[in-house]
């Protein structure tokens, strides 16, 4: 490889310790169902500092760094073993000791399992490696299990925003692929691209969906002061008592709409959030594993007899061919998900106009009640701003999920 290739740091953590790597560069390691490596390809083997025969039938924890938290490996296999490729940042460490981190995607293959690393180098690593020492710390001071660990680190990416491991696991894969290919100057592909634009917009229909319960709470004492005015009005507030009630059930039907469009893992926010992140871990997997093959037919290098870069190369193009499928698939369920969510998106349009016609019958009584309807006046100005704040974060979620069916339609024409 070129002189000219980007040079950095494995770990930043342990900066003249750790062992060093250039970033263009990408590990491999095969191994069977015991976890015993089978095969690697060059840079695996020089940077984990061992010969051929010390680590081929070698356990792969020979690598294992006693930083790494027992939740990863954990985490991993519990993954692998299911049958689903999983991503993880890995603190590895050479023969003597020496340290390297990595980003592994782990995959199931027949026969046992494959993992293609590169060096991590978002910001988001740098956070990791502080919640990965926390864990660590928590393990030996309140002797956690893997399980235990397990369930600590999930709760901890959790409290980062993400929903689960799994969102995690994509948003980090995606965060490393993105960071690698701008320090390297390389463009990052459509595929991938629009996944992480479908990504950015769920995201933001989170926040806004938030946003929405908070400005319909705002507004749900309205109905009880109209009430109140309207005790104080004798006969004249008949009307008024009858437009609060009104008011108040429409309140409860969309503060309902929300919590079933975002409650629970099988709500519709949930489904198409898991199905667009799903994707774009498979597509940037998909990414990974070709560029593994490419590297592994550019190499000129003598590999031992019993490690045939044409049987690794087979390995990665079946299983990138795996994950091509994978997510085609759950592409088909982004599209019906996204209809699902324009149609709930419809319902919620509808409770709206129902609370316009009820503000518009308001306006009516207070003008009608001359000086009298003072109080409601104000009320009405109320009315007026929350619902305008309402009416502005439900055409953000029609133009969020816009984004999602637009750029689904495009990524039909790319897989």
């Not at 390389?186 to 946003?211: N, Y």
């Not at 490419?294 to 190369?313: C, G, K, L, M, W």
Request: glycine letters at 6%; a negative charge.
């Amino acid at each position: 490889m070129s002189d000219l290739s980007p040079t950095f740091h494995a770990g930043s953590s342990m900066s003249g310790t750790e062992a060093l790597f250039q970033l263009p560069e990408m590990f491999y390691s095969r191994t069977d169902e015991r976890g015993v490596i089978k095969a690697g390809n060059m840079v695996f083997r020089r940077v984990a500092g061992y010969d051929w025969p010390d680590l081929l039938g070698a356990p792969h924890k020979i690598i294992r760094h006693p930083d790494t938290p027992k939740a990863v490996f954990h985490l991993l296999w519990e993954n692998i073993k299911a049958g689903r490729a999983t991503g993880a940042y890995v603190k590895n460490q050479r023969k003597g000791g020496r340290a390297y981190w990595v980003f592994a995607l782990v995959a199931p293959v027949d026969g046992g399992y494959v993992s293609t690393r590169i060096k991590p180098s978002s910001k988001l690593f740098g956070e990791i490696e502080e919640l990965y020492a926390d864990i660590l710390a928590r393990e030996k001071s309140e002797g956690l299990t893997s399980e235990q660990s397990a369930e600590a680190l999930t709760r901890a990416v959790q409290a980062m925003g993400y929903a689960n491991y799994d969102s995690f696991q994509s948003h980090a894969l995606a965060s490393e692929f993105e960071a690698r290919a701008r320090q390297l100057g390389r463009p990052i592909g459509q595929l991938q691209r629009r996944f992480m634009d479908m990504s950015k917009a769920i995201t933001q229909v989170e926040s806004e969906t938030t946003e929405l319960t908070e400005a319909i709470k705002s507004i749900r004492t309205v109905p009880m002061n109209m009430r109140i005015i309207a005790s104080r009005l004798e006969n004249a507030g008949g009307p008024i008592s009858a437009i609060s009630v009104n008011y108040s059930q429409m309140l409860e039907e969309m503060s309902t709409w929300v919590t079933t469009f975002v409650d629970g893992d099988a709500c519709v926010f949930a489904r198409i959030r898991d199905s667009i992140l799903r994707g774009q871990f498979l597509s940037f997997a998909s990414g990974l594993e070709t560029e593994m093959t490419e590297h592994f037919r550019a190499t000129d290098q003598e590999y031992p007899s019993n490690v045939i870069p044409e049987d690794e190369i087979a390995q990665l193009s079946a299983l990138q061919q795996e994950f091509s499928e994978a997510m085609t698939a759950v592409l088909q369920k982004v599209e019906t998900e996204a209809k699902r969510f324009a149609r709930s998106v419809l319902d919620m349009k509808r409770y709206v106009t129902g609370l316009s016609s009820t503000r518009m019958m308001c306006k009516i009584e207070s003008a009608a009640l001359s000086n009298s309807g003072t109080a409601l006046a104000g009320i009405v100005d109320q009315l007026d701003e929350c619902q305008e704040e309402i009416e502005q974060r439900l055409a953000k979620l029609v133009e969020l999920n816009s984004v999602v069916q637009g750029n689904t339609s495009m990524l039909r024409t790319l897989v």
